[in-house]
């Protein structure tokens, strides 16, 4: 990797992922986490302030850019919940089948090399009865917005250090063969539309 994706782009990325409406997401769906989780892309640890610690007891995060796993240094020794890092990819998890009660995506497929192997193995990984607790940005379902998404694509990948806008998110969900229990598809407030659309949900295996 060059220069810009050892140190800059990296620490671009967390600034955005660290907004405060980005934050008041995360809030919505990570607290509904319980027992031994698994967070995919667990990079600078920007999820572990809203774990319940009375639900949860134990966060494995997964991540293979140890750049950003040293940003969230900081956030680990403060955590209110045991946390261990592996440094693996998404797409062959360093887990036993059926070890995991809730899986944590955020803000993560849009940048994991496949996304459809990393669902597979986030439903190999989970236990009979398991949650995907997802907060995701990707392709709008405004044809319109998705136009624009799909020219920015190329440049918002080098800036965001492989971040991708026009991954369909509960598309995926479901190709992976899991059913959406809960989904909410939306814009965040005052952002722009084509780097803006979320999908917050939990996806349970179907």
Same mark, same amino acid.
């Given at each position: 990797?060059g220069?810009?994706?050892?140190?800059?782009?990296?620490r671009?990325?967390?600034?955005?992922?660290?907004?405060?409406?980005?934050?008041?997401?995360?809030?919505?769906?990570?607290?509904?986490?319980?027992?031994?989780?698994?967070?995919?892309?667990?990079?600078?640890?920007?999820?572990?302030?809203f774990?319940?610690?009375?639900?949860?007891?134990r966060v494995?995060g997964?991540?293979?850019?140890?750049?950003?796993l040293?940003?969230?240094?900081?956030q680990?020794r403060?955590?209110?919940?045991?946390?261990?890092?592996?440094?693996?990819?998404?797409?062959?998890l360093?887990?036993?089948?059926?070890?995991v009660?809730?899986t944590?995506?955020?803000?993560?497929l849009?940048?994991?090399?496949d996304?459809?192997?990393?669902?597979?193995?986030?439903? %190999?990984? &989970?236990?009979? /009865?398991?949650?995907?607790?997802?907060?995701?940005? =990707?392709?709008?379902?405004? +044809?319109?917005? @998705?136009?624009?998404?799909?020219?920015?694509?190329?440049l918002? %990948?080098? &800036?965001?250090? /492989?971040?991708?806008?026009?991954?369909?998110?509960? =598309?995926s969900?479901?190709? +992976?063969?899991? @059913?959406l229990?809960?989904?909410?598809?939306?814009?965040?407030p %005052?952002?722009?539309?084509?780097?803006?659309?979320?999908?917050?949900?939990?996806?349970v295996?179907?």
């Open positions: 990797m220069f810009y994706e050892r140190h800059i782009g990296p671009f990325v967390r600034c955005l992922c660290a907004m405060a409406d980005i934050s008041a997401e995360r809030e919505k769906i990570v607290p509904r986490a319980t027992g031994t989780v698994l967070e995919i892309g667990f990079g600078p640890g920007l999820n572990l302030p774990y319940d610690p009375a639900q949860v007891s494995i997964v991540d293979p850019n140890e750049t950003f040293k940003l969230g240094e900081a680990q403060v955590a209110k919940v045991p946390v261990e890092i592996r440094r693996a990819s998404a797409e062959s360093p887990l036993d089948d059926a070890s009660d809730t944590v995506i955020t803000y993560t849009c940048s994991v090399h996304p459809m192997r990393c669902l597979s193995e986030v439903r %190999r990984v &989970l236990r009979p /009865g398991g949650q995907a607790l997802f907060l995701e940005h =990707g392709l709008s379902n405004d +044809a319109k917005v @998705a136009v624009w998404q799909y020219r920015l694509n190329p918002w %990948r080098t &800036l965001a250090v /492989g971040c991708n806008l026009i991954r369909p998110v509960a =598309g969900f479901r190709a +992976a063969g899991f @059913a229990a809960e989904l909410e598809e939306y814009y965040l %005052r952002t722009p539309k084509s780097v803006g659309f979320l999908s917050r949900g939990i996806a295996v179907s």
